[in-house]
């Protein structure tokens, strides 16, 4: 009876041990997935109230590229610097094709770089504002945002620093922000907004920043009737002066010339029938030093002078001084279509190029 006791135990002690290991292993399954989750909730749950913003000035032409979240259902927040230069423009949510026009600003805080637009016709899902006392160093969060104007960017950090300026705070992240973040919103893990990404350090290296969420309440509860965006204050001095925000916004010595179809758009029967959407264009750099990480935006407009198509372009490669660089891109097969309605390899209505930003690269960089 001992002998069989004694298997019975040690044959328990097993299975226990078996049960114990299991457990540990489902336990760390279950963990991993409980980590995982949250950040493709946030994902999920914030891109219908994300929107990337294209600004136009007086003509029409594009000015500049942003990003934004709806606080109310018409109400979107930005940076106030997105809007500089620009006499109206209009978003696109994360994700759709419709487009909606900004109808004007409602509130706006110069010092901090913050403005609220109120768009026309539509109803978008909202974004809650966290609490920004609670928010503290090493605390993870998210950034969102549409980056060299890749749409719905989701890129993850922690908050490295809270930093004075003056007697206000900026949150210092390390998640990645670049020209096209400005005004998209920082989440917490909770998908609450804690932050407005606003700018980075050129040359450093995860040095980015965002306004506290905190400031934005005073705008909401404070609005004011629709103004125009043409009747907006100039914006040539908003924001904390110590941040280096992004990039060289001059285009004075990079042009943008000669932008053909790579397939001819042919005429059968009398009809137009577009051979591929691929187009390319010359860059032409006319400074006495290379210049490389050309950013330039191509608008497409039918025969009525309607913008009907936008193409981002980063061109990543060094173009040496005087010399120019062919780039190729596409769009879809509609637009040489429209744009070439008598058929060749030259689009018969308007077609903007405007550059955006690049780097001179001098001497030094090159060693």
């Known amino acids: 009876m001992l002998a069989v006791s ?21 336990s760390s399954f ?55 230069g620009a006499a109206s423009g209009y978003v696109k949510i994360v994700g759709k094709k419709p487009k909606y026009d900004i109808a004007g600003f409602v509130a706006i805080d110069r010092y901090r770089d913050l403005v ?50 003056g007697k206000d705070s900026l949150l210092q992240i390390t998640a990645p922000i670049s020209p096209g973040s400005s005004g998209g919103p920082v989440l917490n893990t909770e998908g609450k907004v804690v932050g407005v990404s606003v700018a980075t350090f050129k040359g450093g290296q995860n040095l980015n920043f965002a306004i506290p969420a ?20 100039g914006t040539e001095k908003v924001g904390p002066a110590l941040i280096d925000t992004f990039g060289e916004k001059g285009t004075v010595g990079v042009i943008g010339t000669r932008l053909t179809w790579r397939l001819p758009v042919v005429l059968l029967g009398g009809s137009v029938m577009a051979v591929s959407g691929d187009y390319s264009f010359s860059l032409y750099n006319k400074l006495r030093h290379p210049v490389e990480g050309i950013i330039c935006l ?66 030094e960089d090159l060693f």
């Open 30 to 84: 279950l963990t991993s997935d409980t980590q995982a989750k949250p950040a493709r909730e946030v994902a999920e749950k914030t891109f219908p109230s994300v929107v990337i913003l294209v600004m136009q000035d007086s003509h029409g032409q594009p000015t500049s590229l942003g990003s934004g979240f709806f606080v109310k259902e018409d109400v979107i927040a930005t940076n106030l610097h997105v809007l500089e």
């Open 298 to 363: 191509v608008v497409f407009f039918d025969r009525d002078g309607e913008p009907i198509d936008i193409d981002l372009i980063q061109h990543r490669g060094t173009i040496p001084p005087g010399l120019a660089k062919r780039v190729t891109s596409i769009v879809d097969i509609s637009i040489p279509q429209i744009t070439t309605p008598g058929g060749g390899s030259t689009p018969e209505t308007k077609v903007d190029l405007r550059i955006l930003d690049f780097k001179i690269i001098q001497s």
């Open 116 to 165: 609220l637009l109120k768009v026309r016709e539509v109803k978008a899902l909202t974004l809650v504002l966290a609490d920004s006392n609670d928010i503290a160093v090493g605390d993870e969060v998210y950034a969102v945002g549409n980056p060299q104007g890749l749409e719905g960017t989701f890129s993850k950090g922690i908050v490295s620093s809270i930093r004075k300026v």
């Open 6 to 26: 004694l298997n019975t135990l040690r044959g328990q002690r097993k299975f226990s041990s078996v049960l114990v290991m299991v457990s540990l292993i489902l």
């Open 214 to 233: 905190s400031y934005l309440r005073p705008l909401l509860s404070l609005q004011d009737p629709v103004t125009p965006i043409k009747a907006l204050p």
